[in-house]
């Protein structure tokens, strides 16, 4: 009964590759997010939905696509995949944009 | 502005001694005031959190002060044990309170 999980824990491609992580939570929240977190362990906010509506998008790329099918899942989707996107990428959600975060396991994605 | 500072950016107890990591922030609408562990390989977790209309929050062997005037928060953590390792964040809301914003990290290393 896993409250935030994220696939697939790890992800290993080629530069120029489009690769997708999906995410899914049960805890009935109405906000989820996407971080980023580098080598150096800075986190920072790329996304955040609220209801499945795009509240918050900071300046991210936009090789980077975001989809909320419902309000349980948001799906990260990257084109074009470049040397620098290589960190780990934390779903999170919220219950309001201000509430605990409950964050998923994380996805390494290492670029080639 | 965003921008949300701590210090020391690592350090080093031995164990049974305290513990204390501050976060400087710059929006000074910011009412939310929460502290992040994030152990080795794992997720970042909630672990003590405080509103603005509270000086002071203590739970266990962790506190948490916060002064408004001076925009600084503070963790506090007494008698220090080995699993107290981990990286602390400091996450208080910006952008007029609509987001969280993680510092930039304290590696706390508890020595025997």
């Known amino acids: 009964d896993t409250a935030v999980s994220q696939t697939p824990k790890y992800l290993v491609t080629q530069m120029g590759n489009d690769k997708s992580i999906k995410c899914e939570q049960n805890?009935?929240?109405?906000?989820m997010y996407w971080y980023k977190q580098d080598s150096k362990k800075f986190l920072k906010i790329m996304f955040s939905y609220n209801n499945k509506e795009l509240i918050i998008n900071e300046t991210v790329p936009n090789r980077f696509s975001p989809k909320s099918p419902d309000k349980a899942h948001l799906n990260l989707h990257i084109n074009s995949l470049e040397l620098g996107d290589s960190a780990v990428y934390f779903c999170?959600?919220?219950?309001?944009?201000?509430?605990?975060?409950?964050f998923g396991e994380g996805s390494r994605l290492t670029v080639l | 502005g965003e921008n949300v500072e701590q210090h020391p950016s690592t350090l080093s107890v031995q164990e049974g001694d305290s513990a204390v990591i501050k976060c400087t922030y710059s929006?000074?609408?910011?009412?939310?005031f929460p502290w992040y562990k994030q152990e080795l390989g794992k997720r970042p977790q909630l672990i003590i959190d405080i509103r603005s209309n509270v000086g002071e929050k203590k739970d266990q062997r962790i506190a948490v002060t916060l002064n408004k005037t001076a925009k600084h928060f503070s963790l506090h953590i007494t008698e220090t044990q080995p699993e107290d390792s981990a990286v602390y964040f400091c996450?208080?809301?910006?952008?007029?309170?609509?987001?969280?914003?993680f510092g930039t990290g304290t590696q706390l290393k508890v020595e025997l």
């Open positions: 805890l009935g929240h109405d906000t």
């Open positions: 929006d000074s609408a910011s009412n939310y």
């Open positions: 999170a959600s919220s219950q309001g944009n201000t509430g605990e975060l409950f």
């Open positions: 996450a208080p809301t910006t952008g007029g309170g609509n987001k969280l914003t």
